[in-house]
């Protein structure tokens, strides 16, 4: 696509509810990023994905958390058991190689959990 | 830490002054890049620069990169109110950010 897609822009959900939040990056891009942004703050690392495969998913927070990637393209970003401190931006981010490259975000999914 | 760590964490200057924001990270890195984020949203690539670059300019931005002694700037010259936003730096190892500074441009 022209650029990365994420979806769905905005999500309410229930405490204690799971979610999917879904990122298309650019087409041809190896290298997808998750990223999680509360109000006002800096952008918190989640995982990195080479192809299908994560490198380094040090920075899920907990095991609620989970990610994957089919076909080196979608990737979905799934949370469990919703918790109120889940509410952020969650944003992804593509580049067409490896960490050395620079990114190309979307424009995020807004999560509420109430 | 792998992150780039910005400072200051806010500066508000007058439309037509410079800005100057800078970074810090500790570890060895091939490059550093510099985003800009609107409104809370996506961020947007402003500029790249390669650990044997020392200076890179693109437009009215300006960034220098010192290795030794792990640190980067970012020069907004002649700054208007559409560059009101908030500016990350990022290193290649690992593509963490930092919280940023937050940047006021006055009209």
């Known amino acids: 696509g022209a650029g990365v897609s994420q979806s769905p822009s905005n999500k309410v959900t229930e405490k204690g509810k799971d979610v999917e939040l879904r990122c298309d990056p650019i087409?041809?891009?190896?290298?997808l990023y998750w990223y999680r942004q509360s109000l006002g703050q800096g952008l918190e690392f989640l995982i990195y994905?080479?192809?299908?495969?994560?490198?380094?998913k040090s920075g899920l927070p907990s095991d609620r958390f989970s990610a994957e990637r089919t076909g080196g393209s979608v990737s979905t970003l799934t949370i469990q058991r919703t918790q109120q401190e889940d509410s952020a931006v969650y944003l992804c981010?593509?580049?067409?190689?490896?960490?050395?490259?620079?990114?190309?975000f979307g424009s995020g999914t807004q999560l509420s959990v109430l | 830490s792998q992150q780039g760590e910005e400072d200051p964490q806010a500066l508000s200057i007058q439309e037509g002054e410079n800005a100057t924001m800078n970074c810090s990270y500790k570890?060895?890195?091939?490059?550093l890049q510099w985003y800009r984020q609107n409104s809370g949203r996506g961020l947007v690539h402003l500029i790249l620069?390669?650990?044997?670059?020392r200076e890179k300019h693109s437009g009215r931005l300006r960034v220098t990169l010192d290795t030794s002694k792990k640190s980067s700037s970012l020069l907004i010259t002649a700054s208007r109110a559409a560059d009101t936003a908030s500016y990350f730096c990022?290193?290649?190892?690992?593509?963490?950010f930092g919280a940023g500074t937050r940047l006021t441009v006055k009209p």
């Open positions: 981010a593509s580049s067409s190689q490896g960490m050395d490259e620079k990114l190309f």
């Open positions: 990022a290193t290649s190892r690992g593509m963490r």
């Open positions: 620069i390669r650990s044997n670059e």
């Open positions: 994905f080479q192809g299908n495969s994560a490198p380094d």
């Open positions: 570890t060895s890195i091939n490059n």
């Open positions: 087409s041809g891009h190896t290298a």
